[in-house]
């Protein structure tokens, strides 16, 4: 597992909160993406462990306000950090998921790819390539 997402309307805010109240850290870094309509940031507990991600709608087109409104924010996604990524989406298909996402490259990430898949348990789960696509 590389992370736990969070919807929250406010990153720096929420980010003091959270790295407060959990006892995490927080470098500050906010990474803005077009791509994901989102901005994001990570908290961490100790190196090497899961993080938290913090992701805040970027504007009114983005695909989380619905989420934000509807729900209030709160827990959004689990992500695993997988090699083969196509694979893995099929692995999925297979088992009952459904594609939300096609690969495209997260700026979070070095242009990494991610790709969104929701299980029929209704689990939204991001898979991040390892390494960058073609590396």
């Known amino acids: 597992m590389h992370h736990v997402g969070f919807v929250v309307g406010g990153i720096a805010a929420a980010a003091r909160a959270f790295a407060r109240s959990l006892r995490l850290a927080w470098d500050g870094v906010i990474y803005e993406d077009p791509l994901q309509g989102a ?3 990570f908290l961490t507990s100790r190196p090497g462990q ?12 983005s695909p989380l306000r619905r989420f934000l ?21 099929a692995g999925m298909k297979a088992l009952g ?13 070095g242009g ?6 929701l299980t029929k348990e209704r689990l939204l789960v991001e898979l991040l390539e390892r390494t960058a696509h073609g590396a």
């Open 39 to 41: 901005k994001v940031t």
């Open 50 to 61: 899961p993080q938290i991600e913090l992701v805040e709608p970027d504007g009114d087109r």
């Open 69 to 89: 409104e509807d729900k209030g924010g709160g827990l959004h996604h689990v992500c695993y950090e997988i090699d083969g990524l196509e694979l893995e989406m």
């Open 97 to 109: 998921a459904a594609i939300v996402s096609r690969p495209k490259p997260a700026v979070a990430f």
């Open 112 to 117: 990494r790819r991610v790709a969104w898949m």
